[in-house]
């Protein structure tokens, strides 16, 4: 079965870094876009970035352009979020994601705690 377990996580400074991995493992990686969301108390959980199956081509949401950059090594099956110049806006649980289309079902891993706080 499909599972994505995310790491890396945790408190940072505002200005800091961070990067999330996702290793994958139940499906064919290589084959499938995959996705980046966050989701902040009181809010709704909203897409951050995704990346295509080769990785040729990226998307990110407005507020994290130019400071976050979403990655994966299909050789090993993981996806990565490189997340630099954090704000403390950036707070949320970061959650990998994987979906298909044709049966309408998103595959979600168990999130990642990032807190951004002097």
């Known amino acids: 079965q499909v599972q994505l377990v995310e790491s890396g996580g945790g408190l940072v400074q505002p200005g800091g870094s961070l990067r999330l991995s996702c290793a994958a493992s139940g499906f064919t990686f290589s084959s499938y876009a995959m996705n980046w969301y966050r989701q902040a108390p009181g809010k709704e959980r909203e897409l951050v970035a995704r990346i295509s199956s080769t990785g040729s081509s990226t998307n990110y949401v407005d507020s994290v352009k130019g400071r976050f950059t979403i990655s994966r090594d299909n050789a090993k099956a993981t996806v990565y979020l490189q997340m630099n110049r954090l704000k403390p806006e950036d707070t949320a649980v970061y959650y990998c994601?994987?979906?298909?289309?044709?049966?309408?079902?998103?595959?979600w891993g168990q999130g990642t705690q990032v807190t951004v706080s002097s």
């Open positions: 994601n994987t979906q298909r289309l044709i049966t309408q079902t998103n595959y």
